[in-house]
């Protein structure tokens, strides 16, 4: 599996925020086990707001999309990680429910 953190709109990405996003979106892997890619893109909405967006590419299914915004980055990346983890679970109740 691999973990991308990027910046855009001039945020940079400090080794601590790196840090934090790695060991949140780490933990996705326990709720849908097919995870090929993950990618935090952070960046700024405006001069006093943060938007982070998390995609995650899995087999045989369309990637995952979630986005938070706020005015603290880490609690986006809280945000994002929890909707994400939503969706993941979701998708696996749904494949594994699916009836032939």
Known sequence: M????????HLEITPAIKQYATDKVSKLPRYYDRIQKISVVAGRKDSHSHEVEIIVSVEHAEPF???????????????ATDKMERQLTDHKNKVRDHKH
């Open 2 to 9: 691999e973990i991308i953190i990027s910046g855009r709109q």
């Open 65 to 79: 999309v979630a986005r938070d915004s706020g005015s603290d980055l880490y609690a986006c990346i809280d945000g």
